[in-house]
């Protein structure tokens, strides 16, 4: 019975064509929750359906494991590739703005400004991992996907009040990363 319901001792060998059928049962009836966690984390639509369609892709090219329940696995995959995305975002960004920027727009010509520029650089990203993941979210969604704080609230489910508050303390991590002082390593002369 390839369609039927799992028998004890059915092995994936043993029912390969069965278990396709039900992973494409179940991805179909979690399609729509999934896009729209991924929506609420990237901001687009268009993009959340690529992500999914991606999720889709990436299961049926692998063989398939055994997941105690697939739903739950799919949504917090659809989750992850979410996040994925605004990282791999974050970077492509990052890259373009240092390609575009004029050598001497960006460190003033002088190797210790290039120099203290990249440890700011290193203390801002450090203070962002540091953050909870829900701040960072709605702190990539403003700064790197030009999102206003309205969109980013109805997109998250929150009050535009509490994306501010977000924001605020995404901001705060970021001054206060640039205020703290260099650790010294022992045996060097400050």
Known sequence: ???????????????????????????????????????????CRATAAD??????????????????????????????????????????????????????????????AALEAGNDLRHVEAALRALPERTRQIFLLNRIHGRKYAEIAKAMGLSQSAVEKHMMRALEACKASLREPEPRTPGKAP
């Open 51 to 112: 992500l999914v369609q991606d999720l889709f892709l990436r299961f049926w090219r692998r063989p398939l494991v055994q997941v105690e329940e697939l739903s739950t696995y799919l949504l917090r995959c659809a989750g992850n590739i979410a996040i994925d995305h605004l990282r791999s975002e974050g970077t492509r960004v990052r890259a373009s703005e240092g390609l575009m920027a004029e050598p001497s727009d960006s460190v003033g010509g002088e190797p210790q």
């Open 1 to 43: 019975m390839i369609n039927g319901p799992a028998e004890p001792g059915d092995t994936e060998r043993d029912k390969p064509h069965g278990d396709r059928a039900h992973f494409l049962q179940v991805f179909l009836s979690q399609r729509s929750q999934m896009e729209a966690l991924v929506n609420r984390r990237v901001g």
